[in-house]
């Protein structure tokens, strides 16, 4: 198995940062470019391999999609328009990709089969599938259509009341998506607000959409217009290098150009909590998505609790948030977090089992995780799972730790960070960097 060692010797984060695109709003922005008529310019976009799979599944419908790194260009019939692939529609390891093109693919006027890699495979689609049945959808799949390949006739939907049972952005996503194309008004209900990001790019792409408090309103029979996309850095690929800076004296990072939508911005509520210094520098509230610059640096940190409403906010940081816990004095508590259990791994089990392993003091509860903090933390070898989240956290433990990190099956960083371990050995001010 492909491993990659890292060590740093007394290492201190400086300088300045601009991370890759966010991952969210790429494949949205793929999306919406390839559902509506016309051109739509998207800048910024993560060249990372989830958001890739997105854009292979669109050209295998017939839309003309051109790119150079991080621009993209869409040309696009309208869905209306879409040709029947000739092969399976491949979703890779990404989840949003597989939720939201079922969304998309129920109400559409094509046949297709959405597939995924072995990990996706095992991730639970039924919360998706669930509430497009009953919008009239004709779907099928293993497991009363739970797994990956699911086949989709395309048909013409109804609209739905939907309320949420669970906080999630590809459900509402998903369903969303249906609702442009069905008959009548759908409207989604949300306990806890997940990720906004499909309501707002909805807006800027001419949808007939209203956001009510925690209920969305989509009406049935949308045209929409190619648009310019801007997509601002991935505040959960800069996340990473947050915790960094936050649990290393002397740290001092600015992020330039970094997403600051509310919905996402759980990770400054919590290094702010645990007592790192967080300065807004610039905040920016660009079309369709706010974003700004950011510097963290720290003077120690403290536990805290990370519940509740909390959890949609930070819900993909919450691997390196753990990492974090290990550097604080005190008791992180991390609850309400399930939903951590049916990621690109079971990231509970996943944490907790790779941080004991360099001596954190960690448990796994059946929602969450109880760290006490501080623990001087080993070097040693650490699984990726093949989960990019988890190969990130083990590349930053390597910051942190008395020896090196061997870190399996790195390369699923690619997923949503091809350009990781550049950017955690240029901001590293270290002799020794090495891996
Ligand atoms: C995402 C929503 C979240 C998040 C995922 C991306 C999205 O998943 O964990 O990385 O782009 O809508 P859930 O909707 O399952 O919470």
């Known amino acids: 198995m492909e491993t990659k060692i890292v060590e740093f010797t007394k290492p201190v984060l400086q300088g300045d940062m601009a991370v890759p695109g966010d991952k969210s709003i790429s494949h949205r922005a793929v999306m919406l470019g390839s559902i509506a008529k016309g051109q739509t310019q998207i800048t910024g976009f993560l060249d990372g391999e989830d958001c890739l799979h997105t854009i292979d599944i669109f050209r295998q419908l017939g839309v003309s999609i051109e790119r150079d790194g991080t621009s993209v260009m869409i040309d696009s019939p309208g869905m209306q328009e879409w040709e029947t692939p000739a092969d399976n529609l491949y979703a890779g390891n990404s989840g949003t990709t597989a939720r ?38 004709s779907i099928a799949g293993d497991s009363d259509s739970n797994l990956l390949p699911i086949s989709i006739t395309g048909v013409t939907l109804s ?136 510097n963290v640096s720290t003077e120690g940190l403290r536990g805290t609790e990370i519940s509740g409403n909390l959890i949609p906010r930070l819900i993909d940081e919450l691997p390196i948030i753990a990492l974090m816990a290990t550097q604080a004095v005190g008791t992180t508590i991390i609850k309400d977090a399930g939903e951590l259990r049916v990621k690109e791994t079971d990231r509970i089990a ?30 040693g070898t650490l699984a990726s799972y093949g989960d990019h989240r988890l190969g990130m956290m083990a590349g930053i433990a390597a910051l942190v730790a008395s020896s090196p990190i061997h870190i399996e099956n790195p390369a699923c960083i690619a997923v949503s960070y091809p350009g990781f371990f550049d950017d955690l050995e240029k901001l590293t001010v270290s002799k020794n960097a090495k891996g």
Not at 162 to 171: L, T
Not at 370 to 379: A, D, E, Q, R
């Open 159 to 294: 609209a739905i009341d939907y309320e949420m049972p669970v906080a999630s952005a590809q459900v509402k996503s998903a369903i969303l998506f249906a609702g442009l194309n069905a008959e009548g008004t759908t409207t989604i209900s949300e306990e806890t607000v997940s990720r906004d990001h499909t309501e707002r790019m909805l807006l800027q792409f001419g949808a007939k959409i209203r956001v009510d408090g925690n209920k969305v309103h989509v009406k049935g029979g949308n045209v929409l217009h190619g648009t310019d996309v801007i997509v601002p850095g991935d505040i959960s690929s800069a996340a990473f290098f947050m915790a960094a800076a936050a649990m290393i004296k002397g740290s001092s990072v600015t992020f330039t150009n970094v997403g600051l939508n509310p919905t996402r911005t759980g990770i400054i509520d919590v290094l702010e909590s645990m007592g790192a210094r967080v300065e807004i520098l610039e905040k920016v509230d660009g079309i369709g998505e706010p974003y700004g610059t950011v």
């Open 350 to 379: 996943a944490v907790t089992s790779e941080l004991k392993k360099i001596g954190a003091n960690i448990e796994a509860t059946d929602d969450g995780m109880i760290i006490h903090g501080p623990s001087k933390l080993s070097g």
């Open 100 to 137: 939201l093109m079922l969304g998309i693919l129920a109400g559409s006027t094509i046949n297709s089969v959405l597939t995924g890699d072995e990990s996706l495979s095992k991730r639970p689609m039924n919360r998706v599938t669930l509430p497009l049945a009953s919008m009239g959808a």
